[in-house]
């Protein structure tokens, strides 16, 4: 027990004093902290913790996928796909493919053309089909024939209930690259149901350019404007809008989309050489760069639209081929306007349009409350232990105070560490651990005092009080150590707060309950010589 070596000794110290050296910064001004920050090493870790949407305040918003309009995308997709394969196959029809509700229809008089059609038509089905992973997919959609050579092909429930399930995945996806772009911290995005996205964002007080972000599909497509005398079932009228959502101009664009904006690799904003107006400048990857040339090679002269969301953004004129897959977005933005689009360019589109179906803004204030609050907790739990332990166990008490202060410093120090966001239940999780901390203590006083009335010599009762708790002691950490991980993995946001702040201080209570008060009773051992144990 009493053999601490100097470097054991000096290691505990070091990483006593690394633990207040990392939480330093939380305590500082955030312009001071920034300044310190800049002339040090990046690997440094100066930087304050992380507070959770309940203590600083900040964004939260429930959203809600459209279902009608994924429907509306797969019947759009269901009625591209017919028209593909009916072209390929040469199948001659009567009349258009049309598409309503939750179906596609042609109808094709030739009864052989028509089953030949509708084997490829089950192809594109795949009733029974498994993906990469050997999970069985439900059929998409299936195939009914009616009189005259009518053929209709109809949403299944459990291929719209798939692809809905899919466009939340992708819409989570989508707006964290949206959110993480505005230079927020620790946002929490989490599926809420079956069509459902919560959305919380600490310190963002701004819910309006939020809700703008989050809101907008950003589709963008580049298609031609149609020329005179087109035919009006081949083209869409399209309004170009003014910052003041004016309609300043109509155009007839064809419905072809001739390059897509899935094929961007990036955007970002900038500044017109010659006007000096914000734009937004973008390059395609290798697919859509070669499309594009291609488009602006055989329609010099002609109006080449940009739709962001069903709305025409510019319609500029081809001068001349574009063929190194970069090009220029303009449309009278302000600056905020140009940064905001390149943002949601650059995090892709959203499957589909999203509903706000809750919006609450927790202000600093109420957050400045919780933070008092769990001060003033955490200060009279830790004013009563500390009471507690000097009253009942003397110099040993003083042990165990030391070593609880420096529990709690570590446990602060590995949340910052870890990035991890302290909440309003991850205080209540670090005064749990107070009395954990504490409880181990007791636990090896207990002992200590049971083996000295035993007879045992101190040097006797001290290592056996040690060595006998140590066993308990671990085994009771252990098991919260368990319910700690099952809380981190099954539980979100607040939950999760708590997990990890409790799973922190399980780790710091062995070091510091037990290495670090046994080398404090040695050291004090080693100075006094003492006849008894003052408990």
């Known amino acids: 027990m009493f053999r601490f070596s100097k470097w054991k000794i000096a290691a505990i110290l070091a990483m006593s004093l690394l633990a207040i050296l990392v939480i330093v910064p939380s305590f500082l001004e955030k312009g001071m902290r920034e300044n310190i920050a800049k002339s040090l090493p990046k690997w440094v870790p100066f930087q304050a913790i992380t507070l959770g949407l309940d203590l600083q305040g900040g964004a939260h918003i429930l959203l809600e996928v459209d279902q009608s309009d994924v429907i509306r995308t797969q019947v759009e997709n269901l009625r591209d796909d017919v028209r593909r394969i009916l072209r390929e196959e040469r199948v001659r029809i009567t009349g258009g493919i049309g598409g309503t509700g939750r179906q596609v229809q042609v109808r094709i008089a030739d009864a052989a053309e028509r089953q030949k059609a509708i084997v490829r038509l089950r192809q594109q089905a795949q009733p029974g ?32 209930l798939e692809r809905v399930r899919r466009a939340v995945d992708q819409t989570i996806e989508v707006i964290r690259r949206r959110v993480d772009a505005l230079g927020t911290t620790e946002p929490n995005i989490q599926r809420q149901g079956a069509d459902r996205v919560l959305v919380q964002v600490p310190g963002l007080q ?29 083209v869409d009228m399209l309004n170009e809008l003014d910052a003041a959502q004016q309609v300043t101009a109509t155009y007839p664009v064809e419905k072809r989309v001739m390059v897509q904006g899935e094929d961007l690799t990036d955007a970002q904003p900038g500044f017109d050489q010659r006007t000096g107006e914000p734009v937004v400048n ?39 081929p574009i063929t190194g897959g970069s090009g220029q977005i303009s449309g009278r933005f302000t600056v905020q306007q140009a940064n905001d689009l390149s943002v949601l360019l650059r995090a892709g589109a959203l499957p589909a349009k999203l509903t706000i179906v809750e919006e609450r803004t927790v202000g600093p204030g109420l957050g400045q ?22 009253t009942t166990y003397g110099i040993f008490g003083v042990f165990a105070n030391i070593a609880l202060v420096i529990h709690i410093i570590m446990v602060v120090a590995g949340l910052v560490l870890l990035n991890a966001t302290l909440t309003l239940p991850g205080i209540a999780g670090i005064v749990l651990t107070i009395g954990m901390a504490v409880d181990a203590n007791v636990l090896i006083y207990e002992r200590i005092r049971e083996e000295s009335r035993l007879g045992r010599s101190v040097i006797s009762a001290l290592e056996s009080g040690f060595n006998r708790a140590f066993a308990t002691i671990i085994d009771a950490q252990s098991t ?26 399980i780790v710091t209570t062995i070091v510091t309950a037990v290495t670090m008060t046994r080398m404090m009773i040695a050291l004090w051992y080693r100075w006094k010589r003492p006849t008894s144990i003052p408990i």
């Open 206 to 234: 701004d819910t309006n350019r939020l809700k703008e972000l989050l809101g907008t599909t950003a589709k963008l497509e580049f298609r031609l404007v149609a020329d005179p005398g087109y035919n009006p079932g081949d």
């Open 282 to 320: 973008f390059r395609f990857n290798l697919r859509g760069g070669q499309r594009f040339g291609e488009v602006t090679s055989a329609n010099v002269g002609k109006p080449f639209a940009i739709i962001l969301d069903g709305k025409v953004i510019s319609a500029p004129r081809i001068l001349g």
């Open 480 to 505: 919260t150590f368990v319910v700690a991980v099952i809380l981190y993995f099954m539980g979100t946001g607040p939950v999760r707060g708590f997990a990890v702040t409790l799973g922190l201080g």
């Open 129 to 160: 089909g498994t993906n990469a992973l050997g999970i069985s997919t439900p059929a998409t959609f299936e195939i009914r024939e009616g009189s005259d050579g009518l053929v209709q092909l109809v949403l299944t429930e459990t291929g719209t």
């Open 369 to 390: 409350d919780s933070i008092d609050a769990g001060k003033r907790s955490t200060y009279v739990a830790s004013v009563l232990v500390i009471a507690y332990m000097l």
